[in-house]
């Protein structure tokens, strides 16, 4: 029989962050970021959810709109890495993909294709990732014109750097690049509008907003989290408590014995370490619960467990579930406990937990 280590995927909630995402747009249709393996929650569990309400889905590669096919459904897919070779632009046609072209590579492989898909301009406002400079989108544009492609194309789309705080002015600046760069051609579509620009007031999100990490209820905005935002948390990671025993006062607990007990202590081993993707860094007081009632961590994360302090819970028993995150304690949480962003907690979840949608 399996462990009872387990993901549980809400997908009520996700729809209703999705809602959140259509009332924050300020009028642009919203299409749902779903790549990743939709955030961890799986990727056709995600747009099979979504699918009677997200005109368009994005992803990062073909690969992932590939897999949105196998789970039946049909709404344009917008790659947002474009493609990867030349040969991936005929599956583009066929399967109404909707790749964004970012460089000159990209454009050659158009150029030798003759049979444009449907697709997006990545405008460089100043992220410097991906994407051409506006004082090169004339030429740009002139050779789509030559090529015949012009036609196919929907528009641009631009990306922010630093949407996620309140404090920086650069999403006003790369905003305001956007707009001077796309003037030119005011009847083609525009997308800049990641999760965290649908938090700033006033910020125009044009066309296309769209969400990614406020779908899975995570928080997009520094300093806040996503029920602090109004959004709902849609995974619960839980795993059994598979011992417990009184740690006494002066003895230490696990790898490098880094937490040692002031007072007798009672303990519990819970099913689950950073082989299945909980954060080793998370340590020492890093919340967790049991039956809504809070707990914490102790001590170092093994591969396969960890150590919680049970005091508070005097009736914890083997076998009882522990959430690591959910709806009592938030993943932002957890992933500020950690050092990091529940961005890298959701997708960093491995296939060793089982996802089990509610």
Same mark, same amino acid.
């Given at each position: 029989?399996?462990?009872?280590?387990?993901?549980? +995927?809400?997908? /009520?909630?996700?729809?209703?962050?999705?809602?959140?995402?259509?009332?924050?747009?300020?009028?642009?249709?919203?299409?749902?970021?779903?790549?990743?393996?939709?955030?961890?929650?799986?990727?056709?569990? &995600?747009?099979?959810?979504?699918?009677?309400?997200?005109?368009?889905?994005?992803?990062?590669? %073909?690969?992932?709109?590939?897999? +949105?096919?196998a789970a039946g459904h049909a709404q344009p897919v917008v790659l947002l890495q474009g493609v990867?070779?030349?040969?991936?632009?005929?599956?583009?046609?066929?399967?109404? *993909?909707?790749?964004?072209?970012?460089?000159?590579?990209?454009?050659?492989? !158009?150029?030798?294709?003759?049979?444009?898909?449907? *697709?997006?301009?990545?405008?460089?406002?100043? !992220?410097?990732?991906?994407?051409?400079?506006?004082?090169?989108?004339?030429?740009?544009m002139t050779k789509l014109e030559k090529m015949g492609a012009a036609p196919k194309l929907q528009?641009?789309?631009?990306?922010?750097?630093? =949407?996620?705080?309140?404090?920086?002015?650069?999403?006003?600046?790369?905003?305001?690049? *956007?707009?001077?760069?796309?003037?030119?051609?005011?009847?083609?579509?525009?997308? &800049?509008?990641? @999760?965290?620009a649908h938090f700033i007031p006033g910020q125009p999100l044009f066309d296309w907003s769209r969400?990614?990490? !406020?779908?899975?209820?995570?928080?997009?905005?520094?300093?806040?989290?996503?029920?602090?935002?109004?959004?709902?948390?849609?995974?619960?990671?839980?795993?059994?408590?598979?011992?417990?025993?009184? &740690?006494?006062?002066?003895?230490?607990?696990?790898?490098?014995?880094?937490?040692?007990?002031?007072?007798?202590?009672?303990?519990? !081993?819970?099913? +689950?370490?950073?082989?299945?993707?909980?954060?080793?860094?998370?340590?020492?007081?890093?919340?967790?619960?049991?039956?809504?009632?809070? +707990?914490?961590?102790?001590?170092?994360?093994?591969?396969?467990?960890? =150590?919680?302090?049970? @005091?508070?819970?005097?009736?914890?028993?083997?076998? /009882?579930?522990?959430?690591?995150?959910?709806?009592?304690?938030? %993943?932002?949480?957890?992933?500020?406990?950690?050092?990091?962003?529940?961005?890298?907690?959701?997708?960093?979840?491995?296939?060793?937990?089982?996802?089990?949608?509610?």
């Amino acid at each position: 029989m399996p462990r009872s280590t387990v993901a549980r +995927i809400n997908l /009520d909630a996700l729809r209703t962050n999705y809602r959140a995402a259509c009332e924050r747009s300020g009028g642009a249709k919203v299409m749902a970021v779903v790549k990743a393996d939709g955030y961890g929650h799986g990727i056709a569990r &995600v747009a099979s959810a979504l699918a009677d309400m997200a005109p368009k889905f994005a992803v990062a590669c %073909i690969e992932e709109a590939w897999a +949105i096919r196998a789970a039946g459904h049909a709404q344009p897919v917008v790659l947002l890495q474009g493609v990867h070779a030349a040969g991936d632009l005929a599956d583009c046609v066929h399967s109404n *993909f909707e790749p964004v072209v970012h460089g000159e590579q990209q454009l050659a492989w !158009m150029e030798q294709s003759g049979d444009a898909p449907t *697709f997006w301009l990545k405008v460089n406002t100043g !992220m410097n990732r991906l994407g051409f400079r506006g004082d090169a989108l004339p030429a740009v544009m002139t050779k789509l014109e030559k090529m015949g492609a012009a036609p196919k194309l929907q528009g641009f789309v631009g990306h922010f750097a630093c =949407a996620d705080d309140a404090s920086s002015t650069m999403t006003l600046a790369q905003t305001a690049n *956007f707009e001077t760069a796309t003037a030119p051609w005011p009847t083609l579509m525009k997308s &800049v509008g990641n @999760s965290a620009a649908h938090f700033i007031p006033g910020q125009p999100l044009f066309d296309w907003s769209r969400p990614g990490i !406020m779908l899975y209820g995570g928080s997009p905005i520094v300093g806040k989290t996503g029920p602090q935002l109004g959004l709902e948390p849609v995974m619960s990671l839980e795993a059994p408590l598979i011992t417990t025993r009184v &740690v006494k006062a002066g003895e230490s607990v696990g790898y490098g014995a880094g937490w040692v007990a002031e007072r007798d202590t009672r303990m519990g !081993m819970v099913a +689950i370490g950073y082989g299945d993707g909980y954060p080793r860094h998370a340590g020492t007081d890093t919340p967790a619960a049991i039956a809504g009632r809070r +707990i914490r961590l102790i001590g170092r994360v093994s591969m396969d467990m960890l =150590a919680v302090d049970l @005091s508070n819970v005097s009736e914890a028993r083997e076998g /009882d579930l522990v959430e690591l995150w959910g709806r009592t304690v938030g %993943i932002d949480e957890v992933a500020s406990c950690a050092g990091t962003i529940s961005y890298e907690l959701l997708t960093g979840l491995t296939s060793r937990v089982p996802r089990v949608s509610q």
